[in-house]
């Protein structure tokens, strides 16, 4: 009977934010649970207006201070919905930056699971609550617009929770935009302040596309107005006049992400190498689950990165040795099988028997008949020629 969470890993991100499956999931657990209030924890009014199933995380996310903070006056440990939105960065109580992988082994973590969220990293036992000491990284620091996040979409959730479609005006958002292109002047300059690409503000203009949640943040954060005002009613012209440009570092397109450090990946790596894996990864599958490049992982502990790279190449030896040593033992005792019969062991009678027993008769089954019976045929010469 597969568990819970993996019935629900495949529709996790949908079913965070209210989807049509969410919506249907939540009514069966409120008819079961007898809790009706379950019901109403989905956003379909959200959903409709915003393409933000994209912006929730892959993984799951949480605050090590928050998780120590409950562990220490024995309140169980969970996880809000508003850690699961890959804009919010950091955790607005604590202004710390949230976890996204174990700090002893870079382990990730599925929104969903089978039970409630451990304390301990269920792969090392390292506390999940257990915060790296990155004072001397100004990187590790939230900045404001990092610190706005938290808070902005916590009010966007609890304001979209008692909507409904009637407190959502069609086309108010492509109005708003087209309001601040008109106050500032221009496409171009809209998007310089707020570091959105040009044709993204113009399918917005038109009313082709729905805004993606960081879309909304960067707008609500450069012009200082709440985030569900966009979708909502129509912001007054003059506010458009005293934005807050965004800073340059920022990407125009791409969400923000928290590269890991180069003393977590050498930890990372330092962990894999600590403990037997079955079978042993690449450095490729090893980076994914650092979560950063390969290449990265060559330019910080190139000498850590060889033993990885070792341990591949011994375990994929092993395996082609044992493969080989099975395909000549399956030959061989096809060979004995078909001789016993009488028969003579030919090619043909060999590649059949193996075939009927459900093996793949490849070239490489073929090779080691030729050598196996070029093995028995010199035998007899060698008897020979000793008498």
């Known amino acids: 009977m597969p568990s819970s969470g993996s019935l629900l890993s495949g529709h996790s991100r949908s079913l965070l934010v209210g989807s049509a499956y969410a919506k249907s999931v939540a009514s069966s657990v409120a008819l079961f649970t007898g809790v009706p209030e379950i019901a109403k924890l989905v956003q379909p009014t959200l959903s409709r207006q915003l393409a933000w199933y994209k912006n929730t995380r ?13 562990a220490k006056n024995g309140l169980p440990i969970f996880r809000p919905l508003l850690w699961s939105f890959a804009s919010v960065r950091c955790c ?14 870079s382990r990730t973590f599925n929104h969903f699971a089978s039970c409630s969220w451990p304390l ?9 609550s257990e915060k790296e000491n990155r004072s001397g990284n100004n990187d590790e620091v939230p900045g404001a617009y990092e610190s706005f996040c938290g808070p902005a979409v916590a009010d966007l959730l609890a304001w979209g929770l008692g909507r409904t479609l009637e407190h959502v005006q069609p086309g108010c958002f492509a109005t708003n935009i087209r309001n601040a292109i008109a106050e500032l002047g221009s496409e171009y300059t809209l998007g310089e302040l707020t570091r959105i690409s040009r044709p993204v503000i113009h399918t917005w203009r038109n009313g082709q596309r729905r805004p993606v949640l960081p879309a909304l943040l960067r707008l609500s954060y450069c012009f200082d107005v709440p985030v569900h005002h966009w979708i909502s009613q ?3 012209p003059s506010i458009f006049g005293r934005g807050n440009a965004i800073a340059r570092s920022f990407s125009m397109t791409g969400l923000y992400s928290c590269r890991p450090t180069a003393n977590s990946i050498e ?6 190498l600590a403990r037997p894996t079955a079978p042993p990864i690449s450095v490729r599958e090893l980076a994914d689950r650092i979560g950063a490049h390969s290449c990265r992982l060559y330019e910080i502990c190139p000498k850590l990165v060889r033993k ?9 030896a092993q395996r082609k040795e044992r493969v080989a040593t099975g395909r000549v033992h399956m030959v061989r005792r096809a060979i ?8 003579l062991p030919s090619r043909n009678a060999v590649l059949g028997l193996l ?10 089954l073929k090779e080691v008949f030729r050598s196996e019976m070029r093995g028995a045929a010199s035998e007899p010469r060698q008897q020979s020629a000793s008498l």
């Open 58 to 70: 892959p993984e799951a996310a949480w605050c090590p201070l928050c998780f120590s903070d409950w």
């Open 92 to 105: 607005p109580i604590h202004h710390v930056f949230l976890r996204e992988r174990c700090p002893g082994c």
């Open 120 to 128: 301990l990293c269920p792969e090392c036992g390292r506390a999940l």
């Open 234 to 236: 129509e912001i007054e």
């Open 267 to 272: 930890k990372a790596i330092l962990a894999y």
């Open 308 to 316: 990885v790279v070792a341990r591949r190449a011994r375990a994929v």
């Open 336 to 343: 004995a099988e078909i001789e016993a019969t009488g028969r």
């Open 355 to 364: 075939k009927e027993r459900g093996a793949k008769c490849s070239w490489l």
